[in-house]
């Protein structure tokens, strides 16, 4: 089965770091959601695809597990991977590589639910549209 | 005349600092944020009263002097103060202090316009239920 | 057994909001480091008396898990617990409960480690001081 | 006289949106950091390069005026220019466009001065490294 991935080099900025010299750990989700956007523009289905559609996806659960730091001055990929889910919610997982060492830096998973727009309740059925994407790119389950 | 001030104490958010071991520069425009906070809470005209008169007042000028650093594990205290003005702006001043070494760490200023919400159309002309707040609260000008 | 517990009160800064009107999802790393400060104040062992005795903790596995959102303008607590760890660990558990709807916000766990400051090698044991501190405030593992 | 300039493009982040549906003003200060990051990328002397000299340059004054919103999903262009000083002070100014709407949505401004990495003393002349960088790429003043 075809893996639905996307990968993303980028540099620290230096409001990302903390006193102690790396990057501050909770900074790690904004790098998450850099990954989501990477991957939908490869694969599509934006946050405003989704929302044009009036959805919300928001996040309901978040890991991260850290294995190296960051430092200041040093470039990152984060590698964004989708795990396909017969449950209706959208599950990434990442990897973030410190590309000046080659250590991973951190690994985690997100997993987001459709919210209606208006009424912000919980979708408990993939939208049509989204299954239509899924079909489109591959998603085997 | 009777100044318009408010002031708030508080701790030095981990987060907030960077690799140079003091507080991100940046981030004193979160704390000029709580400081507006504090000012509506003791005299009133939150952002949420704003926008129930269907109002947005968006930052359109800000700066920042700073003076000297705060380090993690420090507290600081910020005052704000409201500089009347004649045209429909609402204008803060801020001193941020280190309680922890009594110096001034840095001075500010922001200038904020009244936007209407559906519009997003720059009000020229106070609203008259600011205007009404002014006169209740003694803002000369 | 007697839990270690902290609560801490709080406001949503507007800052931490996105654009989907709620606090984004990452800030609740912020709250929880601010919760770990507000156990801290309370049962000791502060960020800078570990670094006193050459030590860091850093963040090696966080989770958050959400439940519902909170809205700027509403007001939070989230109450911090110590899990007692026979590992050289430091592991909290979180609640954050929006106090404007009294709904559970979001449930987490942090887990963090020793790390000697000057060479940056973990400690597999934990260090004399801390389990003073254990002894003290009553940790039962 | 050549003018130091470098330009950056770049996407939104949703964690840089607030509740109004635009970025937040605040975030405005790192993208000016990311301008000087792409300024030193192009023209030399970052802020690593600095520090390997035992100097820090911490921002003392900054500046912005916001003439137009970004929403999420808008793309962006900074355009950081350096400003000659005869002062031993880094004088940059930045023009932020909405590259989905054209339009300029700020301009700003930031000085930072020479602190000594050790002493955290403030440098009064430009340090000879730093001189000889400014002959180098065609500093006029």
Known sequence: MKELIAEL???IRFSETDAMGVVWHGNYLKYFEDGREAFAKKHGM???EIHSHHYFVPIVKSEINHKSPIYYGQRAKII???????AAKIIFEYEIINLS???ISAKGRTIQVFL???SRELELQFPTF????EKK?????
């Not at 964004?80 to 017969?86: A, V």
């Not at 989204?130 to 994407?133: K, T």
């Open 80 to 86: 964004t991977k989708m795990i396909p889910s017969k």
């Open 137 to 141: 790119v591959g998603v085997k389950k």
């Open 9 to 11: 080099e980028f540099d």
């Open 46 to 48: 934006s946050y405003l």
């Open 116 to 118: 209606r727009e208006k």
């Open 101 to 103: 060492t080659q250590l």
């Open 130 to 133: 989204y299954l239509d994407w």
